[in-house]
């Protein structure tokens, strides 16, 4: 295995080299010369790129950037000739002379979309498997960090939502539902046929939040284009790393015989807080606070007239602002410079790219500097090679907030809003367990760089034209370098007189594939088509990583650990191999009926030695029932296909290398000698989780394909989950890591996309999608609660979904007393530990998601809008700050000036007191803010659905002969507005948010976090 990546490499290197410098050297006989103009048949544009071959051979050509082409070979007139073009119907024509013009057809129909599939492409009509594809022109012309987050909507079964609004920053990507507790749930990411890693590589982050998206370090305007796997017929091929979805990203590659073309883009943006956060300023803290004291001593039965109030004036107490001094006007800078084109003998399309943004809470930043090189060469008519290379530097200026007291936004919010920022002599003020927030945004030193290295080389040999050998080695190389410092004048670095961390983490990952193709059309009239391949796999996972801590130093200028008092190290190293074979044959009769069928093994390092092999089959069936008679007759269909699948992949991401081996630790000193104790027990039968899925659609479009419409039916049932079962304590463990537990994903699908009007001149386009899912633990060994920092609002309980709350039912607030009262759920009239049930989760029912594009003439116009309906959201900021004066050093927030004051007002917010007596009473006084509810109430979870103007973008592309006349070629410029306008009953500042994402079974969360920006910017693209 270790030597095999280098030679290979090696190999292949040479073989490139070599042809470099012999590429034009004994050129074969020309027998003909054809020259001609590939147009657009309705608008009588030139279609740049269009390729054309012989049909039969390898040999092709690509039109120029006036649709011009210039054909030489060595087979004479006539021939036939084959023509397409992206997004065009595929012509044949026979050509026996020069020039010639060739007019292609606008494809209307998805169903003849090629594909790119398991290892291989096919035309969308026959593929049994459930496929979504995302034009790369979706996910560009916005400066985001990751074409992930940019799905959003544009696709059915596919889930996708910002964690925060903090740039470069965590996303949570689901392709129908979770299907796992305790491995990952994220989709496996393929670019360019490399498997990249989605772990987040950042360990210098603060709170529980998701720190990075990994997916970043990818240029979204390197994209051609995106297909979403879903369905195990489509996944099964990927075994033990589809379960959760398979997202296959091309990028974008020069096409043969084109002259050179330069592309320059550029973006100006401006972000800004739609809402920002409100306390209650000093006047009315004081007045709560009273009223609380007041209130409470009634309930001890002390008269309010004996109690010396805290605030005897409580006009006269100032308000200081923080919240202004967090938020900023972000600025985004983002520009792209990139060339594409070719030869006969080669391509390449080669890519730089800069982009700056800034958060709109103070003082983060993310910052992306991105190089691209695509390159492919044919040495012969029967042998290719080529390149994919991706170079990334990020750097990162990090900020903690979420659920970290000394986070920016904690210090700002939580302090009370009389106190000053400053004490009297000028230096920082601080509360309780809070920071000062102006200290933390003037000294702040946590930074985040990162080195990424994602390429692959392979080389392509056709025996004949329908047998085709290719071999790849690829590699993802990530380094990250998180550096913090903590000064004395913040509080993470006064105890310690200043406090340092330094930690370098390696991630690499190594693919070698062979893959064996055979494609044959053969029998009368062609009838039978026979698509099939084999191949292995050999993946192997490095990870290592050092870091030091030093506290104690000199002077704040002094920031290295190798200069602190007092300091200390570690370090860590894990690999894991994978070993796979796998086989993919589609049968198509008729052009018709098509049957499919896959099978993969992979056996895996990170099992047991029993069980360290799996299998995951599939199968599909397809049937084009529109080229029936009985349906033809109809005269309603215009492409009519039904289809059905099922099969098993599996899941091996998201547990230790190691996990079912027993490990020792050290440590386990004793009288200052060393020694090792045992962590974990072994695990000789430990194997995949496998998600079992069966899958039902069809595919039509009627009114001459003006509208075309998909829907999915899909049940997917994942067993043997990786698991940590409870052991009895007499073992020495708490915990086993077992085959044990199940999860049901089950759900709907349905995309529209229309052509409402198409003329020459003027066109409009809509896409509608709707992705319904239901998730279930259908078998668990016992409960799992968890999140909100060790209050356990969160459950896994078998029956309900994950990410479920468990939290007392609040049913109302006594309009009488002022007290709220709760679901008593087990009717002993009392309330208890035992009265806490399952009041929402953080998943919703449904997602979706409308884009409308018109153009006339010159001018574009297009919006989207994105929807989700019936997740809940805990708002912790809600939790601590409508307290009722139990949190003395916490301000409040305007929602608890509606707190009940009087007989007969009716509101959800009950009366303020701090009385702890009589915790168990259901409509007493200790159980409204404290007690045996301790706030853990309904009341503080919120709907979380919302719909939202995602995008709104006006351009105009200036004619060719403008544009011609100042050395262009193209020139289009454009403004667009994101997340202009958000309708949601949420009460927070936005409904799109995770805090707690560092744990996949803890989302729903709203603590502390930077909330999605309102951003407009500038932009212009321009061609040479």
Known sequence: MKSLFPKGFCVTLLALWVQLGTAQVNPATIKSRLQGTVLDAKTKQPLAGAVLKIKGTTHAVSADQDGKFTFSTGQAFPYTLQVSYIGYLQKETVVDGTPVTILLEENQVQLNDIVVTGYSTQQRKYIAGSISSVSGKVVQDQPAGGFNQLLQGKTTGVQVSSNSGVPGGGITFRVRGNNSINASVDPLYIIDGVFVSNADPISAGLGNQQASNPIADLNPSDIEDIQILKDANATAIYGSL??????IVTTKRGKRNTNARINFNTIQGWSTAVDKFEVANGPDVARLTNESRINTATDNGIDPGTITLPFPDPASLPTYDRIEGLFRTAKTRNYELSTQGGTDKSTYYISLGYLNQESIVKPSDYTRYAGRLNYDNFLSDKLKVGTSLNFTRSERNLSGSDNNPTGVINSALFPRSYLPIYNEDGTFARYGSFDNHIALIENLDNKAVGWRTIGNIYGEYSFLPE????????????????????????????ATKGSASSAENKNLVLTNEQVLTYIKTFGENKQHNLNALIGNTINTVLNEGTSATGTGFAANSLRSVAVAATRSGSSFRTSSKLLSFFSKVSYTFKN????????????????????????????????????????????????????????LSGNQNGIGAYAAQGLWSSGANYLEQPGIAPTQLANPDLTWETTRQFNLGAEFSVFKNRLGIVADYYNKYTYDLLLNVPVPYRSGFASYLQNYGAVRNKGYELGLNSTNIQTENFSWTTNFNVSFNKNKIEKLASDISLGASGRNISILKQGYAVNSFQLYKQLYVDPKTGNAVYEDVNNDGIITSADRQIVGNALPDYTGGLTNNITFKGLDFSFFFYFQKGNKIMNMNDFFMVHGGTQANIGFLPRQLDRWQQPGDVTDIPRLTTYSGNPTENGGAANNYGGNVASLSSRYLEDGSFLRLKTLTLGYTFPSAVSRKIGMNKLRIYAQGTNLLTFTNYGGLDPEVSSQSNNQNTAGYDWATVPQPRTFQLGASVTF
């Open 242 to 247: 589809g379960a959760n979805g398979v997202i």
């Open 467 to 494: 047998l085709k050998l290719r071999s790849s080695w690829s590699i993802d190389n990530t380094s990250e370098y998180d550096n913090s410092y903590a000064n004395t004048l913040i509080s993470a670095g006064i």
């Open 592 to 647: 018709k009926y098509i049957l499919d069928g896959s099978i993969r093994a992979d056996g895996s390092s990170k099992f047991g030695a029993n069980k360290r092999w799996g299998y995951f089959p599939s199968g599909g069936v397809a049937w084009l029932i529109g080229q029936e008679d009985f349906i033809k007759n109809l005269n309603f269909f215009d492409d009519f296909k039904i289809r059905a699948s099922l099969g």
